[in-house]
């Protein structure tokens, strides 16, 4: 069970495509994440949002944009992306998120989006 | 950068046997978390761990922290087959917002 719903679950596009991925928390947190997973490498934080306001994009290609309307919803815009995109992209949410002891709370993850780019 | 790695890499016990894997990390540390992910799944939140705790169980999961040796390790007892899933640690600090993932022990229990 996941509090955090992903969409689409797999999604396949050519290099010039333009693609959006979405993810919705229904848990009342008020920090989200995009993540990269590929094989045998940890996971790549991509961006933070803490109350809509983006915290952190972690030198990620301006290829990949994201956006956060409100503290439920999460979106990944995609455009011109390369083979080397083609992974699991996961989205999560925490209550809070911030720079000190109080917080690197545990963070609840959506199943991902595995995408492939032809 | 990496933060956590975990050892081994894979791991195949026995149903019933205890599964023992380990994460060192590099830097000063908030709290160690542990995640498993099971195939084509996201990551679940098992167990969080402080800088101050040195052991801390939930159910069939028994997990260690030596800050000065900057390692933990994760035990599963009495493992069954639904245990089979990848296994991740995290470290969390002060400076930074996110979570530092190691690469994951693949957890395989054979029936």
């Known amino acids: 069970e996941t509090g955090v719903t992903q969409t689409p679950r797999h999604l396949v596009m050519g290099m010039t495509n333009k693609k959006s991925l979405k993810c919705e928390q229904h848990?009342?947190?008020?920090?989200m994440y995009w993540y990269k997973q590929s094989a045998k490498k940890p996971l790549e934080l991509m961006f933070v949002?803490?109350?809509?306001?983006?915290?952190e994009n972690n030198s990620v290609p301006s290829r990949f944009s994201p956006e956060c309307p409100n503290s439920s919803h999460l979106f990944l815009h995609l455009h011109t992306l390369q083979p080397e995109d083609s992974a699991l992209y996961l989205c999560?949410?925490?209550?809070?998120?911030?720079?000190?002891?109080?917080?690197?709370?545990?963070?609840?993850f959506g199943d991902g989006t595995r995408l492939s780019i032809l | 950068s990496q933060q956590g790695e975990e050892d081994p890499q894979a791991l195949s016990i026995q149903e019933g046997e205890n599964a023992t894997m380990n994460c060192s990390y590099k830097?000063?540390?908030?709290?160690l978390q542990w995640y498993r992910q099971n195939s084509g799944r996201g990551l679940v939140h098992l167990i969080l761990?402080?800088?101050?705790?040195r052991e801390k169980h939930s159910g069939r999961l028994r997990v260690t922290l030596d800050t000065s040796k900057k390692s933990s390790s994760l035990l599963i007892t009495a493992s069954r087959a639904a245990d089979t899933a990848s296994y991740f640690c995290?470290?969390?600090?002060?400076?930074?917002?996110?979570?530092?993932f190691g690469a994951g022990t693949t957890v395989t229990v054979r029936a």
């Open positions: 830097t000063s540390i908030n709290n």
């Open positions: 949002y803490s109350l809509e306001e983006r915290v």
């Open positions: 995290a470290t969390g600090s002060s400076n930074d917002y996110k979570l530092s």
């Open positions: 999560a949410s925490s209550q809070e998120a911030g720079k000190g002891s109080q917080y690197n709370q545990p963070q609840h």
């Open positions: 848990l009342g947190h008020n920090a």
């Open positions: 761990i402080r800088s101050n705790e």
